[in-house]
Every structure is written in structure tokens, then in C-alpha cells.
Nanobody
Framework: QVQLVESGGGLVQAGGSLRLSCAASGRTFSMYRVGWFRQAPGKERDFVSTISRSGGSSYYADSVKGRFTISRDNAVNTVYLQMNSLKPEDTAVYYC?????????????????WGQGTQVTVSS
């Protein structure tokens, strides 16, 4: 089992940057694929990005490709989401999630563990 805690959210102007962190408990963090999802008010939780166990591969939603970068440091049990060129439409609560099993990496249902979320607000 793993527990996840997100941090790094906040208020930023359009065009600005933020780096989110997802800190995990447990010694076997490297056995988990980790994903970032976001949920805006009144909308479903959407896929943002995911990274493999080793960090060797990653995927992004089209809406953030070229602006966001996911990375991980298994030595400190942390996954990061660097967000650049932020837009007002990026405003949402951002969640990190982890899984050991298989399944569609974009699907919220395939992730077993979730953090509490961190708010990102981008002003125009």
C-alpha cells in the first residue's frame, strides 16, 4: 500500500509556472506507475500525465503536451509535474495517483491510490 501527498499548488498568472510534487510513503514506490489527473469545478476528473515505474516513459494529454513535464525520483519517493506556460483553463484540483497493475494509463479506474489533491488557479 502507498499513501500519496500532493503539494506545490497555488495561484499564478497566465504564462507562469508551478511545480507540483507527489510524495509517497512506503519502500516500494518504484513498483508503482504514477499519474497526474485534474478536476475542474463541475467537470469530470481528467488525465494529465503518467510516468512509468522507472521513469523511462511518460505520456501526456494533448492539452498539456509541450507545456508540462512529468518526472520522478525514486530515491526520495517523489513524482513531479512541472507546469509551464499555464493557462486559465489549467485551473483545477490536481491529483496524483498510483497503481501496480495494468490497464489503460489514462483511465482513473486503473489507479488504486490517490492523494488529497492540490489546487492550481491560473488567473488571466
Amino acid at each position: 500500500q502507498v499513501q500519496l501527498v500532493e503539494s506545490g499548488g497555488g495561484l499564478v498568472q497566465a504564462g507562469g509556472s508551478l511545480r507540483l510534487s507527489c510524495a509517497a510513503s512506503g519502500r516500494t514506490f518504484s513498483m508503482y506507475r504514477v499519474g497526474w489527473f485534474r478536476q475542474a469545478p463541475g467537470k469530470e476528473r481528467d488525465f494529465v500525465s503518467t510516468i512509468s515505474r522507472s521513469g523511462g516513459s511518460s505520456y501526456y494529454a494533448d492539452s498539456v503536451k509541450g507545456r508540462f513535464t512529468i518526472s520522478r525520483d525514486n530515491a526520495v519517493n517523489t513524482v513531479y509535474l512541472q507546469m509551464n506556460s499555464l493557462k486559465p483553463e489549467d485551473t483545477a484540483v490536481y491529483y496524483c495517483a498510483a497503481r501496480q497493475g495494468s490497464g489503460t494509463v489514462y483511465d482513473t479506474e486503473s489507479y488504486d491510490y490517490w492523494g488529497q489533491g492540490t489546487q492550481v488557479t491560473v488567473s488571466s
